[in-house]
């Protein structure tokens, strides 16, 4: 039988109901402490009680210099695992398996949130200085945050508040973690050449460029339980085809090492590095080739993300073999339940169970 979009999916011992995932998505919503509110537990909860199989937070921050603004999670102290714990369990409680976003924003951290206008805040104005490979700031900002290079023992700290967001995430009743390295935040930017200049092992060579995301998701790995799963997202390119920079071939490369440590599915986004990336085809599916490539070339299971917004187009991703999840971002922003919805357009009602408290609207 062909898997469908309301097909389920296991990673290790963990089921996914379908294949439909709440793909990341910051929400800028915190009280400046990186503590999780209501605005947190309404959302993903939402998302949970519409369908999906798999709930993900925001990007978390791994230390408070993590963040992209004041306003983002994080889950650097106990605190942050207490408040996030009872939104994981409403989301088990809803038959989604709750996932958590790792994250450290690098370069492009300490900016006020989108509706404040992406502002850099400089140290004396509810920002920090931020940490990257390489001290270039983000190109073309007047005046950029404060940036200092990451020295070997800031890298060796960084993999240690990786593990231990793990941890803390593990204690909050997460069941998958996921390590972002993508869109040109910290991790990306020591793949890219574009944003790497350093000389020790973790710059130059391919190799070199690569070392700090295998050695993050190997701690990950190494607190995260057997028989539970272990995502990483990257970008398959930087979008800028005419300079020295990160390439789907790179990717390729990238995502097999990571399934010998054991990721248990690669999460495929773009870009997000530089602000000259030139998308050739920003419409439907414009990301989901590089997810069917990476899939085709490696035994690692993959997740399209990308202009998806239709039911049709999800389940043809699944049904065609392009990718085993179907990511979805602003369409769950447009319609929580878009999971309930799919199934009815798909003839797949019964693939799908609405909350006994809204039958009354669906019979
Ligand atoms: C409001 C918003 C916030 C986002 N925050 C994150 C994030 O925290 N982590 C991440 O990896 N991607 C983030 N993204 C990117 C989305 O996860 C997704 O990759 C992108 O929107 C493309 O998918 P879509 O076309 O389904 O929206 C964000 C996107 C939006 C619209």
Redesign the pocket.
């Known amino acids: 039988m062909t898997d469908d979009l309301f097909s389920s999916i296991s990673f290790r011992e963990s089921t996914a109901r379908n294949r439909v995932m709440v793909?990341?998505?910051?929400?800028y919503s915190c009280d400046g402490d990186g503590l999780a509110t209501d605005w947190h537990r309404v959302h993903l909860g939402s998302r949970a009680t519409g369908g999906a199989g798999i709930v993900m937070t925001?990007?978390t921050a791994v230390e408070p210099r993590g963040r992209i603004s004041p306003d983002d999670l994080g889950i650097w102290s106990d605190d942050h695992a207490e408040a996030l714990a009872p939104i994981t369990e409403f989301i088990r409680d809803r038959g989604a398996l709750p996932a958590i976003?790792l994250?450290h924003a690098g370069r492009k951290a300490s900016k006020t949130s989108?509706w404040d206008g992406n502002q850099p805040l400089q140290p004396d104005e509810r920002g920090w200085e931020a940490i990257a490979p390489s001290a270039d700031p983000w190109p073309y900002e007047d005046t950029p945050p404060q940036l200092r290079e990451m020295t070997t023992d800031d890298i060796a700290t960084l993999v240690d508040d990786f593990a231990a967001a793990a941890e803390r995430s593990l204690d909050a009743g997460f069941e998958i973690a996921e390590v972002?390295a993508?869109?040109g935040y910290l991790l990306h930017e020591f793949l890219s050449p574009v944003t790497n200049d350093r000389e020790d092992e973790y710059g130059g060579s391919l190799e070199n460029r690569t070392r700090i995301v295998r050695e993050v998701t190997e701690a990950v790995r190494d607190v995260w339980p057997d028989d539970k799963p272990v995502f990483v997202?990257i970008s398959a390119t930087d979008w800028l085809p005419e300079r020295e920079s990160w390439t789907i071939e790179d990717s390729v490369h990238l995502a097999d090492r990571l399934g010998d440590i054991g990721a248990d599915l690669i999460d495929v986004?773009a870009g997000g590095l530089h602000p000259d990336q030139r998308i050739p085809n920003p419409g439907p599916n414009y990301?989901v080739p590089f997810a069917e490539r990476i899939r085709e070339d490696t035994d690692v299971p993959v997740g399209a993300?990308?202009?998806?917004?239709e039911p049709a187009q999800a389940d043809a991703l699944i049904r065609n073999g392009r990718a085993d999840l179907a990511?979805?971002?602003?369409?769950?922003?447009r319609d929580p339940y878009f999971t309930l919805h799919a199934a009815e357009e798909l003839d797949a009602e019964d693939s799908v169970e609405w909350p006994i408290q809204y039958r009354r609207a669906v019979q």
Do not use: D, F, N, Y
């Open positions: 793909s990341p998505m910051c929400q925001e990007a976003q994250a989108p972002h993508a869109h997202r986004s990301q993300v990308g202009g998806i917004t990511i979805i971002g602003r369409e769950h922003l």
